[in-house]
């Protein structure tokens, strides 16, 4: 099966639009470590006509901890974008460039916030299976500020944008804790 998922087959290939049947496939035959390879080779694949189906597979697989964290942040640009008008879009570009300029595309107006769930015409996530994933990300976010009786020595680490040659902006600033 990997082999069709790289291409290398001929008969059957790994494409946009069947990898969720290969996902169903996985979960009927029992292949967790298949499964969570294929969800995590979509979230760094996925196609701007799939977000939402991408979203409701990460959702259910509370396993594939990389695949969560990505439909999280997703998540979190969706709803920024729409509700907000706050694009954090180029925070992607660092991690996975291909999601960046699809995040772009995305149609925003076919998602709908309701009562704790995300939906998509007559499709439903529930929003409180990503509560686990915000609370880590909260956690190592507030690590950099805890304080105790010592110096905390901290290093800014810069970054520049993957742009091109001449670009030297935008650039990105990660804290970064010694010892």
Request: hydrophobic share 40%.
């Amino acid at each position: 099966m990997l082999d069709h998922i790289a291409g290398i087959e001929d008969n059957l290939r790994f494409t946009n639009k069947n990898q969720f049947d290969f996902i169903y496939l996985t979960e009927l035959f029992k292949l967790g470590e298949l499964k969570q390879h294929i969800v995590t080779y979509m979230s760094q694949n996925v196609d701007k006509n799939q977000v939402f189906e991408f979203l409701r597979v990460a959702s259910l697989d509370q396993n594939n901890l990389e695949a969560r964290r990505e439909a999280y942040w997703m998540i979190v640009f969706i709803y920024l974008k729409k509700q907000k008008g706050i694009d954090i879009s180029e925070s992607f570009s660092m991690s996975n460039n291909r999601v960046h300029h699809m995040l772009q595309d995305v149609n925003l107006n076919q998602f709908v916030f309701n009562q704790g769930f995300l939906e998509c015409g007559n499709k439903k996530i529930d929003l409180t299976t990503f509560l686990t994933v915000a609370a880590e990300e909260i956690a190592k976010k507030n690590r950099i500020f805890d304080t105790n009786n010592m110096h905390n020595l901290t290093n800014v680490l810069r970054s520049r944008s993957e742009m091109g040659v001449f670009s030297d902006y935008p650039h990105f600033y990660e804290l970064k804790r010694e010892g």
